[in-house]
């Protein structure tokens, strides 16, 4: 059953166009993947979901009484801010905004969520404490706390080596199999392992179902051939007909 | 005994309430980076301070009006240039002192003399300027702690506060209006030129002890007092001017006391 449909989707960001056409559905239970180079216009794509970005174009429908977690990138807020570990997994509950803090069993669901990934000893330390994958776990465990439908998960470029992710997504789904995920990755490894379809963004957008993608689907989205999507300063490790330019070179 | 005076009583009230402001909001701005706004925003306040003298009317007055006007126009710059915002404060941090500057000289007879509010003068601290310093404070205990949970969320991630459902702008509103009402209500303590240091030394000093935003809120309230009190005293020791003296006591009560917590790493290494 389909519960979330992006199409021709065109995205500005002040003057300049960062996404054109894109369009993509989502079912019931389904892991959809999202691929592409640094700037290509993953995390707008996402943000544009949660409805945090406007869009031009388009339309982006989701089911109705779906509900939508969000876990961002580390670099949209203030890793520095004096706040503990549970106060920020308490202020994903559904009831944050309306209540004056959280409705009754949200205590005990927090810590639920913190006993099952590995939080529990650091509830009480401020979120500067934590190194890079406990960090991403908070967040995790925060959309979590409003039991969502569909996942969002925007990874940043280097936190959880990528067994661990591949865990967590695990994790998620072995709990609810009903739990729709889309997952941003930097990684292609985590990708072919875990996802049921891949969409390749690159300002225009190409969805492909399955976990496969030959490595000329993979050349047209980062514009030169590419095994493996590494971390951090190098986005990808190329192949030979790339070096070969190099070499051309006097 | 200096304590009976009328003036030294006021000063004194002046310090308890000036103290709650560094304390809860000084704390906030620190926080959140926006401690060159909050100097731009006390600078150019000065504009409303000379065009107060101009008309002949109280001076602060316009003072909180200019304040109020450049911090509505630093959120929206914020929001739409981002990295070029902080151009715009250095722009109306200056033009906001040389509009005070041309509305003094435009008001005819000898020109008043500008230093207590430049400098600030706790001992000459008016029955009005205490009562706006106690609604001030008061209001702002009433504001951020009626909702102080939404307060963090908000200030930590504005991103996940609004897919919560806050209404994250106008919390925005309130918190850059209070820095507005913060910077005009410790102007008559320490002056324009010093407003920064009060609000922001107290609260640097408590985050030395403190990872958690209530603790540090209440410790630096703690550090505000003392060192308001004790550079208020130390001046009317020596006679000099007590903005100055406050300044100068709270940033050596900072280096003091982060000199004390190196040693004190250090020594816990050595052993």
């Known amino acids: 059953m389909k519960i979330l449909e992006v199409r021709n989707l065109d995205v500005y960001r002040g003057d300049k166009k960062i996404l054109e056409d894109v369009s993509f559905s989502l079912n019931r239970g389904e892991v959809l993947g999202i691929l592409g180079p640094n700037g290509g216009g993953k995390s707008t794509l996402v943000q544009t979901i949660t409805r945090a970005i406007p869009f031009n174009k388009g339309v982006v429908w989701i089911h109705k009484g779906e509900r939508l977690g969000y876990v961002p990138q580390f670099a949209t807020f203030d890793l520095q801010f004096p706040i503990t570990v549970e106060e920020v997994i308490l202020s994903g509950s559904a009831h944050f905004s309306k209540r004056k803090r959280i409705a009754a069993g949200d205590d005990s669901k927090a810590k639920d969520l913190m006993k099952q990934f590995q939080l529990l000893d650091v509830a009480d330390h401020p979120i500067s404490d934590l190194s890079g994958g406990q960090t991403q776990r908070v967040l995790i465990c925060r959309a979590l706390m409003g039991e969502p439908t569909i996942l969002l998960m925007d990874e940043p470029t280097a936190s959880i080596d990528f067994q661990t992710k591949d865990q967590i997504i695990r994790q998620l789904k072995d709990k609810d199999p009903e739990l729709s995920i889309v997952l941003v990755s930097h990684d292609l490894n985590v990708i072919n392992q875990t996802v049921d379809s891949i969409l390749c963004v690159n300002f225009h957008a190409d969805f492909h179902a399955g976990n496969r993608l030959e490595s000329d689907q993979l050349k047209k989205v980062y514009g030169c051939p590419i095994e493996v999507v590494l971390h951090g300063e190098i986005p990808h490790r190329i192949l030979d007909s790339h070096l070969k330019k190099e070499e051309d070179k006097p | ?271």
Do not use: C, N
Not at chain 2, 78 to 85: I, R, Y
Not at chain 2, 134 to 148: E, T
Not at chain 2, 201 to 229: C, D, H, S, Y
């Open chain 2, 1 to 271: 005994m200096i304590f009976s005076y009328q003036f030294v009583q006021r000063a004194l009230i002046a310090t308890l309430f000036a103290g709650i402001i560094s304390g809860v909001l000084g704390t906030l701005i620190t926080e959140k980076k926006k401690i060159m706004m909050t100097s731009g925003v006390a600078h150019a306040s000065f504009g409303g301070i000379g065009l107060g003298y101009l008309l002949g009317i109280d001076p602060m007055l316009p003072a909180l009006g200019v304040a109020g006007l450049v911090v509505m126009v630093m959120k929206q710059m914020e929001e739409k240039l981002s990295s070029h915002s902080d151009t715009v404060m250095g722009m109306l941090w200056a033009l906001g002192m040389a509009l005070g500057m041309i509305f003094v000289g435009l008001r005819p007879g000898y020109p008043p003399d500008m230093t207590s509010y430049l400098f600030g003068d706790i001992l000459t601290i008016s029955e009005r300027d205490l009562l706006f310093m106690v609604i001030v404070s008061v209001g702002f205990l009433m504001i951020y702690s009626f909702r102080f949970e939404q307060w963090k969320i908000v200030l930590f991630d504005e991103e996940h506060a609004k897919l919560q459902g806050l209404m994250v702008d106008r919390y925005k509103t309130v918190f850059y209006l209070s820095i507005a009402v913060a910077v005009i209500a410790m102007i008559k303590v320490v002056g324009i030129i010093l407003t920064l240091a009060i609000l922001t030394t107290p609260p640097m000093t408590a985050k030395l002890f403190t990872k958690r935003l209530l603790p540090r809120m209440i410790l630096a309230t703690i550090f505000a007092w003392i060192t308001i009190f004790l550079g208020f005293f130390l001046s009317f020791l020596i006679d000099v001017p007590s903005g100055a003296m406050i300044i100068f006591v709270s940033v050596l009560v900072y280096f003091l006391m982060a000199g004390g917590k190196k040693m004190e790493k250090v020594l816990a290494i050595r052993k």
